[in-house]
């Protein structure tokens, strides 16, 4: 799948892993929060930050960062090749 002339991509820096939990957290959190507000609502703010980061972890490692790293080294790697 890889080819000979295309250049490696090494991991994400710090500030740029940074960026991309950011922008897999964020918005998760945000959808989360508004979808459900109402069920939500009557917990106290521990068990609801409880319930909320056990949705939205698995949901940004399994499924939102992986595809952020696709997309980062599709990007680094057309950059290194324009």
Do not use: E
Request: proline content about 9%; charged content about 10%.
């Amino acid at each position: 799948m890889s080819d000979k002339n295309t250049p490696r991509v090494g991991p994400p820096t710090k500030h740029q892993l940074a960026l991309m939990i950011w922008l897999c957290v964020f918005p998760t959190l945000a959808l989360l929060n508004v979808t459900l507000a109402g069920w939500l609502s009557p917990m106290s703010t521990l068990l609801r930050t409880f319930v909320l980061a056990t949705i939205a972890v698995p949901i940004v490692i399994y499924g939102l960062m992986p595809q952020l790293h696709k997309i980062r080294v599709r990007v680094l790697s057309a950059r290194s090749t324009s």
